[in-house]
């Protein structure tokens, strides 16, 4: 009975120290700004958008910095932040 137990609970401090570091690479991947210029610069070129410089995260807003569009708009500096409860409604 005590060799149950004790399996039960290191098994379940194993599972809860892999998901604390599944929890923490999900918010390193999504707060990384490499991630966010990924996913963003296929589409941005399509639109004829350039950018220098981009800092931030997906979660907390990203600054795009030197933007430029069609060399008609240009832009010092745009700070983007998601609203998730505006997408879901699909609204921009």
């Given at each position: 009975?005590?060799?149950?137990?004790?399996?039960?609970?290191?098994l379940t401090k194993w599972l809860i120290l892999l998901l604390l570091i599944v929890i923490?690479?999900?918010?390193?991947?999504l707060e990384s700004?490499?991630?966010v210029l990924n996913l963003l610069k296929n589409p941005l070129?399509?639109?004829?958008i350039t950018y220098g410089k981009m800092q931030g995260g997906l979660l907390s807003g990203f600054?795009?910095?030197d933007v430029n569009y069609n060399n008609q708009v240009q832009?010092?500096?745009?700070?983007?932040k998601v609203d998730f409860e505006a997408l879901k409604?699909?609204?921009?």
């Open positions: 009975m005590k060799k149950t137990i004790s399996t039960f609970y290191s923490s690479l999900i918010a390193f991947i700004p490499a991630t070129q399509e639109q004829n600054t795009l910095q832009a010092k500096e745009v700070a983007l409604n699909r609204e921009l």
